[in-house]
């Protein structure tokens, strides 16, 4: 059976990843995956986890199963932080969570879940998207459409074309939408732009998927889910699928979660069996380590607040680089504008060169990128920026 098989390409992203880690060249520089790293290029375990974490060793007296939902005081914790904890949806009892393992396992849950609620749907992601998002929805069976995006040329929002799109998308479909620092190109929707698509949601019957890897990356926590709250303060229903991966350097623990927003309560509670029983049939339940930190860490005021300065400083940092970013490439004397970069938000941007200046930055520089020209800015730090725009400067000529 297995001689039948035919390989499959190395994923994108994570096989970028893995060349890097094969290369020798002492001046290599990762800008493949989305993983913060400090001005020392390490990816730190953050002190309000490391502080968590000794207290769940201490406290910690069982190992029993969780159940399928997984812990049930981190889904509230996530509920508050993605929603706000007066959000009318939350009062009403309209919306139900089970914690996953990573943001992608929610992304697989939230697919499944949809097949059972909707065979026929077909799921709308945006031009571009992550590089998972197609291939996880379609190894679900669901059908995958495009809507235009990012506009190469200018840097901005396809507006127009993107609307004249979705208006066209079937009621019972699904549309995939970035909660913030969109991935990869690092171009968010305006708070209007928000109001417009949940206008169109509302108008075409479609369920919005909102999709937040990186919440507290892009302005700050209640910022990037200024237009996810909105959306779920006037939609029937809808899907959300988060992680703490990235806000809580929480890569490897696999946490993420898997909210539902239905019409009434009493759906919301039909959905939620639908839910787990999609659960029961992928991985039975969530593993445990990652909730209870995050529980602890939200469950406790000093914590939360040192939790929100360590992020602070991570979404800082990216932020300076981008200024950083274009100030060396113009004392390099590159002529082309690339101020767009601070426009962007999160992790990612998009610095919009060709595969071959790509291929070239990764073959004689060591530099890695993703092929669609995603940089992960926090690769970037004092030193090796130079190296950096000295390397772009040489492949851009
Ligand atoms: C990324 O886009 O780099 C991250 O979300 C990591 C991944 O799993 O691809």
């Known amino acids: 059976m297995f001689s039948q098989l035919q390989p499959v390409a190395t994923d994108p992203i994570l096989g ?49 199963y969780i159940g399928m939902a997984g812990d049930l005081g981190f889904n509230q914790h996530i509920e508050k932080l993605a929603f706000g904890a007066e959000h009318p949806a939350l009062l009403a009892g309209r919306l139900t969570t089970a ?33 998972n998002h ?6 679900a069976g669901l059908k995958v459409k495009e809507y235009s995006y ?14 004249a799109e979705l208006a066209q998308v079937q009621p019972g479909d699904v549309v995939l939408v970035h909660a913030c620092c969109h991935n990869p190109s690092g171009l968010d929707l305006t708070f ?10 509302k108008e075409r019957g479609f369920t919005p998927l909102v999709d937040m ?32 991966s990235k806000n809580f350097g929480l890569y490897r623990e696999r946490i993420g979660a898997c909210t539902l927003l239905a019409a ?8 939620r069996s639908v839910l787990l029983s999609v659960v029961r049939s992928i991985y039975s339940m969530p593993p445990a380590h990652g909730a209870i930190i995050v529980s602890h860490i939200l469950d406790s005021q000093e914590l939360t607040a040192l939790w929100h300065q360590e992020l602070a400083e991570m979404r800082n940092r990216i932020n300076d680089y981008r200024q950083l970013i274009v100030d060396k490439f113009a004392a390099e004397g590159i002529q082309q504008d690339f101020s767009f970069i601070t426009r962007q938000h999160g992790m990612f941007s998009f610095l919009g060169i060709s595969k ?41 000529k």
């Open 16 to 64: 970028l990843m893995a060349a890097y880690q094969q290369d020798s060249n002492p001046n290599k520089i990762d800008l493949g995956v989305g993983v913060y790293k400090d001005e020392q290029g390490h990816t730190a375990v953050l002190k309000c986890v490391k502080k968590a974490e000794a207290m769940r060793l201490a406290k910690e007296d069982s190992k029993t």
């Open 99 to 131: 914690h996953t393992p990573g943001g992608t396992g929610a992304l697989r849950v939230a697919a499944e879940f949809i097949k059972r609620a909707n065979p026929d749907a077909t799921i709308w992601v945006t031009t571009p998207t992550w590089a």
């Open 134 to 139: 197609i291939s996880l929805f379609q190894a």
């Open 150 to 163: 990012y506009d190469y040329d200018t840097k901005g929002l396809l507006e127009e074309q993107m609307f």
């Open 192 to 201: 209007a732009q928000w109001q417009r698509f949940t206008a169109l949601a």
């Open 213 to 244: 890897a990186y919440q507290g990356f892009g302005a700050g926590l209640d910022e990037d889910a200024a237009g996810l709250r909105h959306l779920a303060a006037e939609v029937e229903e809808m899907i959300l699928c988060s992680s703490c």
């Open 264 to 271: 009434s309560q009493s759906i919301a509670e039909t959905s």
């Open 356 to 396: 071959e200046q790509i291929e070239c930055l990764k073959s004689e520089f060591s530099i890695y990128m993703v092929g669609s020209s995603r940089v992960s800015i926090a690769g970037l730090n004092h030193s090796n920026i130079d190296y950096f725009a000295k390397s772009v400067a040489t492949v851009l």
